[in-house]
């Protein structure tokens, strides 16, 4: 809006938390000369700037999903780094499947994307997320769907929790049989009605 006092916040809480590395969108391109005078007057170390694409179908000013809004569906987090580091830096082995641990030495900021947009392609995004959900511990996505399998009636609250509960080594079969299928713990509920039966 046009107040300079957010640049001036932008400079001291970076430098507050010891901010060495600020990774953000080129639209804040214009930005970094304003912060860098400011660093400087302040006498404080210049943190590394980089500026990556635009993310058409992922932009927080455009009515697009937040990272929240993928997390409350029940998206695994590793499936969304996945995600989010393909639009903006793509591995020189091609390989596209991979956990961000799996990635951390072969990433460097130089090698980001230097194109003005970058596109969120949902096929795409829906094949990334079902690889990392067919991998993921079956408890952890039981853990994961159990809001939304409670919600739905599917299972009363706090069912299968204990590991004497009985229900428990169903639920567990149930979520094996099924995470392959989906890309999030919420679409779990799309595929259960072979299992709302005894």
Known sequence: NGIPTYHFAVVCDDQAMAITHVVRGIGH????AKHAVLYDALGWERPQWAHHSHTKGLSKRKGSPS???FMRRGYLPEAIGNVCLLMGWFPKDGKE??????RLADFRIEDLNTAQDASFDEGKFAHICRWHMERAETERVLNLARPFLETSGFIAEG??????????????????CLKGKVTHAAELLDHLGPFRTP
């Open 29 to 32: 391109l214009d930005n970094t």
């Open 67 to 69: 990272v929240g809004d």
């Open 97 to 102: 499947l991979f956990t961000i641990e799996e």
């Open 159 to 176: 069912a299968g929790r204990g590991t004497t509960d009985p229900l428990r080594p169903k639920l567990l079969a149930v979520i094996e």
